[in-house]
């Protein structure tokens, strides 16, 4: 490639990430209101004070892109810092959480990404199953995700849970995607 070549893929690039964040919808919530593990044995998307969050995710049945994001670095380096100090007691109860980065200094968690469809077993979005993965309420701890649930809750913090649901994306772009984001928007978790 030469360096034209190279622009305008760069360019191109930034167009998608534009394009992507710019369709995101978003859902915002605080991490004390995430209810107390008692809801392992319930069903939190039915009984609890998220339960506005996972009807909406439950109508997302298509591929996706979502992201974890706080309102400033601050407070994004403030809740890397505690779920550092935190991985080995999760880890010692069984709880996986995702891999520490070199990132720093962003207001963006996590950027994952979920195929679209429905579970049947629990009659929930894949999306939505996703993101019960991430507040820490499935009761499989090797399931990697935030865990949000084990570690903080008495954090009074807003996360902002953005996701942008494709019509007709395959399957194969997902990953593809999910890195050009992530490199954009810098997640303190995770590598991509």
């Not at 319930?42 to 996972?54: A, T």
């Not at 810092?81 to 720093?104: F, M, Q, S, Y």
Request: glycine share 6%; charged share 25%; proline share 3%.
């Amino acid at each position: 490639f030469n360096m034209m070549e190279t622009t305008e893929i760069n360019n191109s690039f930034g167009m998608i990430v534009n394009l992507i964040t710019a369709n995101a919808v978003e859902y915002e919530f605080n991490l004390t209101s995430i209810p107390d593990l008692t809801y392992l044995d319930v069903n939190i998307r039915e009984e609890s004070p998220l339960k506005g969050l996972f009807e909406a995710l439950d109508k997302k049945t298509k591929n996706c892109i979502y992201w974890f994001e706080v309102d400033n670095i601050f407070i994004g380096n403030q809740i890397k810092i505690l779920l550092d100090v935190n991985r080995e007691i999760l880890k010692l109860k069984g709880r996986k959480v995702p891999v520490h980065n070199k990132n720093k200094d962003s207001k963006i968690l996590y950027v994952g990404v979920r195929q679209g469809g429905i579970t049947l077993k629990w009659n929930m979005s894949n999306i939505s199953g996703r993101i019960r993965e991430h507040l820490g309420y499935y009761k499989v701890g090797s399931t990697q995700g935030l865990q949000f649930g084990h570690w903080a809750r008495h954090l009074d913090y807003n996360v902002k849970l953005k996701v942008v649901e494709f019509d007709d994306l395959p399957n194969e772009y997902l990953t593809a995607i999910e890195k050009l984001l992530a490199f954009r928007l810098k997640p303190l978790f995770g590598t991509h």
